[in-house]
T-cell receptor, first 113, second 111 residues
C-alpha cells in the first residue's frame, strides 16, 4: 500500500511569515494527493487536491501545493500566515485505481503573534 | 443526508464493555473508511470498504475490533472488551473518488 511521510510534526512560525509544510509519499502506482486541515476542536476539511494537470494547486485560505513526481513530494505553502491558520495539517495519498487513501501523521502549525 | 453522519457523537464506557459506533455515509458513495485519531496523534487507518469487495482490514489494531457495512451503506465499528487505550476519536469518511468527506467523529472515552 501507499504511504505518506510528513517530515515535521510541529512547525511554529510568526504571523505574516511564509510557511512550508513538507510531505513525501511512496506508491507503486500513480496517485492523487490531498491536504486536509483540522482546526482546533473541529473535523477535517479538504484544503486542496491534485488529481491531474498543473502541478501547482491552489486551495482555500491562500494555501497552495506543488506536486513533484520525481521527488515524490507534495509540499504545502503559504506566503504569509495568519493566527487563524493555527491547525493540524494532514497530507494524504490515494491511488488512481482505487479509493484506498492513507494519511500522514500530521503537522501541527502554530502561528504566533 | 448531505454529509457523513456519525453516532453517537460522544460515548463514555466502562473498561471491558463492548461499544458500537455508527456511520451513515453520503448516499451513493461506494467507499467508506474508518480512522482513529488519538490525542495528539495523527490519523490511524482502521478499515476500508469499497463496494462489494472484501474490506481491507489491515489497520484494525486487534481482534477486539471489527466492522461491518450493510447493504453498501451504513457501517458499524464494534470494539469488544474495551480498554483505556481505545479512547480516541473515531472518524468515518466516505468517497466517490478524488477526496473524502469526513464525519464529525465519535469521541470514545473508556473509564
Amino acid at each position: 500500500a501507499q504511504s505518506v511521510t510528513q517530515l515535521d510534526s510541529q512547525v511554529p512560525v510568526f504571523e505574516e511569515a511564509p510557511v512550508e509544510l513538507r510531505c513525501n509519499y511512496s506508491s507503486s502506482v500513480s496517485v492523487y494527493l490531498f491536504w486536509y486541515v483540522q482546526y482546533p476542536n473541529q473535523g477535517l476539511q479538504l484544503l486542496l487536491k491534485y488529481l491531474s494537470g498543473s502541478t501547482l494547486v491552489k486551495g482555500i485560505n491562500g494555501f497552495e501545493a506543488e506536486f513533484n513526481k520525481s521527488q515524490t513530494s507534495f509540499h504545502l505553502r503559504k506566503p504569509s500566515v495568519h493566527i487563524s491558520d493555527t491547525a493540524e495539517y494532514f497530507c494524504a495519498v490515494s491511488p488512481y485505481n482505487n479509493n484506498d487513501m492513507r494519511f500522514g501523521a500530521g503537522t501541527r502549525l502554530t502561528v504566533k503573534p | 443526508g448531505a454529509g457523513v453522519s456519525q453516532s453517537p457523537s460522544n460515548k463514555v464506557t466502562e473498561k471491558g464493555k463492548d461499544v458500537e459506533l455508527r456511520c451513515d455515509p453520503i448516499s451513493g458513495h461506494t467507499a467508506l473508511y474508518w480512522y482513529r485519531q488519538s490525542l495528539g496523534q495523527g490519523l490511524e487507518f482502521l478499515i476500508y470498504f469499497q463496494g462489494n469487495s472484501a474490506p481491507d482490514k489491515s489497520g484494525l489494531p486487534s481482534d477486539r475490533f471489527s466492522a461491518e457495512r450493510t447493504g453498501g451503506s451504513v457501517s458499524t465499528l464494534t470494539i469488544q472488551r474495551t480498554q483505556q487505550e481505545d479512547s480516541a476519536v473515531y472518524l468515518c469518511a466516505s468517497s466517490p473518488q478524488g477526496g473524502y468527506t469526513f464525519g464529525s467523529g465519535t469521541r470514545l472515552t473508556v473509564v
